[in-house]
């Protein structure tokens, strides 16, 4: 199931920035400690009641050497494009401006559902300043204040109904379903069209239930798969030439109806800061992750070359630690045909379920090797260990207290139950508990 997307637009100082962290619940500048994560985020995940969905904060979206206006346009249009439901956001203390006016003009081109928004009424005694926005003509305007938190409710319950109703695919939990993400100019295509062309691949294109998708359907060496693509990944235009931001958002969507995704590479330009963004999202939504080096046969080479990019590799996606790297070349095919085992490796470790018994082994060998640090006269005593998920592979550890249980502590044993058992490719959850 394809989650709804909510885009928040509107000119530059109404509070988009502000709204957006309100409602994803936390400050996403900062999203996790682990290294390498890289922290802005312009598309994040939400929940309002039973609703769960995503979000997109226009005003992350930057596109330099353009005019002022043109920049909202640009944005604006991105969030057309991506979104189920558009929140127009404005700024009450100035009143409608023509910025605003210019921005409901390009709001009226596209059949979306629209949910005026106006920002900075911070107490009742301001409400009467809402009026002039109905001369916007986007309906009731919803007073909000996204300093003190007000309205919110309001605006998410308006929001919530022009969510579209589910479109779920069920491909069966034997067919594995990946994606290809990456900066543009990767090779994406090539690469796709690259592993199309392999003598035992079986290919039928069937439009995909989920809006805007079409997925790809394969049979390999019995197995099958299906290669989740988004339409607009195809498409040509300046905005999404002139932002690669916009990469990210396509990408979103498609890694969230994966089971295993492909974070592709370019040798030739190296790995840029874009790239470690993308690959941080697939971590993030606990999805299996295969590295995918593609060009290698651009670069000039010696004994030592594959090494050194992996040594690269490793310290630029330090949360990454546990993904595969293959190196290909979508021209010339070069080990394009070791793309589909790994795939099919990593998805077994993904959905993985170990036994408890075998698993408290392994937990009472890496306690007794390492028993965990005191912390002010207080020692951590693991009392049981089980799995409670799969894809990703999650653990719940019942311990005395769960806040002894520090973050290098956590990371000693997962290293320890990698050693144990075949993880490779998938992230792994450990979750301290109280025993009660």
């Known amino acids: 199931m394809t989650k709804p997307v909510v885009a928040i637009v509107g000119r530059p100082n109404v509070g988009k920035s502000t709204i957006f962290n309100r409602i994803v619940g936390e400050r996403v500048s900062i999203v996790e400690d682990t290294p390498g994560v890289t922290r802005d985020r312009i598309y994040s995940s939400a929940e309002w009641l039973t609703h769960d969905f995503s979000i997109i904060d226009t005003g992350g979206i930057e596109l330099s050497d353009e005019p002022f206006l043109e920049q909202i346009k640009q944005q604006a ?5 991506e979104a189920d439901v558009i929140i127009f956001l404005t700024n009450g203390r100035e009143g409608v401006t023509a910025a605003d006016e210019y921005v409901a003009k390009i709001l009226y081109k596209t059949k979306k559902p629209i949910v005026l928004a106006v920002n900075k009424i911070d107490n009742p005694d301001m409400r009467d300043m809402i009026y ?3 001369s916007l003509g986007m309906g009731e305007p919803f007073p909000i204040s996204g300093s003190h ?3 919110l409710g309001d605006l998410l319950d308006e929001a919530a109904k022009h969510f579209p109703e589910d479109d779920a695919e069920d491909y069966g939990d034997e067919v594995i379903k990946f994606s290809l993400i990456g900066r543009p100019n990767v090779g994406k295509s090539s690469l796709i069209n690259a592993v199309l062309g392999q003598e035992r691949v079986i290919v039928s294109d069937v439009a995909g239930t989920t809006r805007d998708a079409i997925d790809t359907h394969y049979t390999f060496d019995d197995q099958e798969y299906v290669m989740i693509d988004t339409a607009g990944m195809r498409k040509k235009g300046k905005v999404y030439e002139s932002t690669e931001k916009y990469s990210v958002l396509r990408a979103l969507k498609a890694i969230e109806r994966s089971d295993v995704v492909l974070v592709v590479l370019n040798a ?6 874009q790239d470690k963004k993308i690959a941080g999202y697939a971590h993030e939504a606990g999805r299996g992750v295969i590295i995918v080096v593609n060009k290698w046969d651009a670069l000039e080479k010696d004994e030592k070359t594959m090494n050194v990019f ?7 996606f330090l949360f990454l630690d546990y993904a595969p790297i293959v190196f290909v070349s979508a021209l010339t095919k070069q080990r394009v045909h070791n793309i589909f085992p790994i795939i099919q490796r990593v998805s077994e470790n993904h959905a993985m379920r170990i036994q408890s018994s075998i698993l408290n082994e392994v937990i009472e060998d890496a306690v007794a090797r390492n028993p965990a640090p005191s912390d002010k006269g207080k020692r951590l005593r693991i009392y049981y260990a089980t799995q409670v998920a799969t894809r990703p592979p999650t653990f719940v550890v019942f ?3 769960p806040e002894l249980m520090h973050f290098s502590y956590i990371r000693f044993l997962e290293n320890r139950i ?6 490779e490719g998938t992230p792994i959850k450990i979750i301290a508990r109280a025993r009660t």
Do not use: K, P, S
């Not at 249009?77 to 494009?81: F, G, I, K, R, S």
């Not at 030739?268 to 800061?273: A, D, R, S, V």
């Open 268 to 273: 030739e330009e190296g790995i840029q800061e």
């Open 310 to 316: 992996t040594q690269q590799i490793r310290e630029h």
């Open 77 to 81: 249009e991105v969030a057309m494009e």
């Open 399 to 401: 311990v005395n207290e």
């Open 149 to 151: 938190g007000l309205g």
């Open 132 to 134: 002039d926005f109905y």
């Open 418 to 423: 990698r050693e144990a058992f075949d993880f």
